[in-house]
């Protein structure tokens, strides 16, 4: 948001301003999308919904994780949400009590601790950088105390793009229910894995594994919806009876057109799905090499999402002490907008978003290139 507002203040001092600070997609909502929210909205679908959302999305929801994970989700174990960070939010309200301890790994998406704390809950951090920000069983094995309630994942990761591998995903899970804690799986970027890694849900864990499971699921990002605020969560029905009272007593329901148009982003052609899979997979290849020829810039290889998280450590001197530093040099210096990585808890490190077009991915690099060169002239 931070970086949202500067590159506006700039654009508006009529600076020609390169923005890799985006968390949503470059890309319009398909318009067969539009098209069925506007049939809605002619249909007089315009009223209240039942709290937990419309039949049709409840169904919908459940056919596309029955359809490619192999879960059977019931009715009262589903529910609309106004984006998938109101089912985070639902989820965690409704099971941390003062002082609960919520493990999420370094990095984290900037809204995970601070739901924590609002519930008076306390965040606990998992340092991932020696295994490449990627969570492995034995750190949350090492983390868990006997206050731990809650572990909160998110593969594929915003801001690292990095993906859990299935097994170690399935090897946490064993960890989490031996111990009887809660999981919240963020599935926002799940439909955005890169091949050869293939698309995971925990929705497709045996059941034994999914008893202490919220899966918080987004339209946002795979259908480029991030203005419409609609997503779910699939939960136990104890949890979820608990979360649609929060639900109910707070915003209600999801907005009911963004529903009707939710029911056909899953139930319709899924080509522009595919389309911006396939965008963002040559910009990711051409940013990956192109970061290479910065000297001092190292990044692992995101497998997921559409972020480059690249450590600017060795370009750090007694002249520019820190990453926020470096992010801010850039911006006045290159008017180029990236992402400090300390607000994600990894000082040090930039996120690049590529939900941009080729064009500025190529002059935002060659300004990030000359900022780094210029830094040891
Ligand atoms: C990791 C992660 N989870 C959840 C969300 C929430 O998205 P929304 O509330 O738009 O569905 C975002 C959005 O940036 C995200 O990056």
Not at 124 to 146: C, D, N
Request: proline content about 5%; charged content about 25%.
């Amino acid at each position: 948001m931070a970086a949202m507002q500067a590159a506006e203040a700039l654009r508006a001092a009529g600076e020609n301003v390169v923005d890799f600070g985006a968390g949503e997609p470059d890309f319009d909502t398909p318009d067969n999308i539009k098209r069925a929210a506007e049939i809605a909205m002619s249909a007089g679908k315009t009223k209240y919904t039942s709290t937990g959302g419309t039949r049709e999305l409840q169904q919908a929801i459940i056919d596309f994780y029955s359809q490619f994970f192999g879960a059977n989700y019931e009715r009262s174990e589903v529910m609309a949400t106004s984006g998938g960070k109101q089912a985070i939010f639902n989820a965690v309200v409704t099971l941390i009590n003062p002082g609960d301890e919520v493990l999420m790994a370094k990095p984290y998406w900037v809204t995970f601790p601070e739901v924590v704390v609002f519930a008076r809950g306390v965040p606990t951090f998992i340092e991932t950088e020696e295994t490449g920000f990627v969570l492995s069983a034995e750190q949350v094995e090492r983390a868990i105390t006997p206050r731990t309630k809650l572990l909160v994942l998110n593969s594929p990761c915003n801001p690292s793009g990095r993906v859990i591998p299935t097994e170690e995903f399935e090897r946490i899970m064993e960890v989490a229910a031996a111990r009887d804690i809660y999981v919240i799986s963020d599935e926002c970027y799940l439909r955005f894995v890169y091949p050869p890694g293939e698309v995971f849900s925990a929705a497709s864990l045996p059941a034994s594994l999914r008893a202490r499971l919220c899966i918080a699921g987004s339209f946002s990002k795979t259908y480029a919806m991030t203005g419409w605020r609609v997503g779910y969560a699939l939960a136990p029905r104890d949890w979820t009876r608990e979360m649609l009272k929060v639900q109910s007593h707070s915003t209600s329901n999801a907005n009911s057109i963004a529903q009707s148009a939710a029911v056909e982003a899953l139930k319709g052609p899924q080509d522009s799905v595919a389309g911006m899979l396939a965008e963002y997979t040559s910009r990711r290849a051409w940013l990956l090499d192109a970061l290479k020829e910065i000297p001092g810039l190292s990044c692992n290889e995101p497998e997921g999402a559409f972020y480059a998280f690249p450590s600017v450590r060795k370009c750090l001197s007694d002249g520019l002490k820190s990453s926020a530093e470096f992010a801010s040099r850039l911006l006045t210096e290159e008017k180029t907008v990236v992402t400090d990585g300390a607000g994600f808890g990894a000082d040090g490190y930039l996120r690049i978003s590529y939900a941009t077009s080729m064009e500025q991915l190529r002059e935002g690099v060659t300004r990030i290139k000359r900022f780094v060169e210029g830094l040891k002239g």
